[in-house]
Nanobody, 124 residues
Framework: QVQLVESGGGLVQAGDSLRLSCAAS????????MGWFRQAPGLEREFVAG????????KYGESVKGRFTISRDNAKKTVALQMNSLKPEDSAVYYC?????????????????WGKGTLVTVSS
């Protein structure tokens, strides 16, 4: 049974940092590109960051470049999102996703497996 379980969300103030983690099971983790997406109320799910199977390639959404960092540990089957200098507009439910390739991880339609999400709220 495929599972992606996010953790680390919470309520923080603007300027704070937060680290999200996603634990994977039930599929061959190192064969998949991994990504983080977010969705705020009333908005479409938005690409945040993606990482290739070996971690050698990363890509970020324009709104988070320079503030967020994605990383993965294939031995532990986890992917993390370090979020710094958080802004109120970063508030959303953050989802972890797995895709068959690095290109596919950059769009919601390319994701094969989704987690259930973790809520991040940034107060001003």
């Amino acid at each position: 049974q495929v599972q992606l379980v996010e953790s680390g969300g919470g309520l923080v103030q603007a300027g704070d940092s937060l680290r999200l983690s996603c634990a994977a099971s039930g599929f061959t983790f190192f064969n998949y590109g991994m990504g983080w997406f977010r969705q705020a109320p009333g908005l479409e799910r938005e690409f945040v960051a993606g990482i290739s199977w070996a971690g050698g390639s990363t890509k970020y959404g324009e709104s988070v470049k320079g503030r967020f960092t994605i990383s993965r540990d294939n031995a532990k089957k986890t992917v993390a999102l370090q979020m710094n200098s958080l802004k109120p507009e970063d508030s959303a439910v953050y989802y972890c996703g797995a895709a068959a390739s690095f290109d596919r991880v950059q769009t919601p339609t390319g994701i094969a497996y989704w987690g259930k999400g973790t809520l991040v709220t940034v107060s001003s």
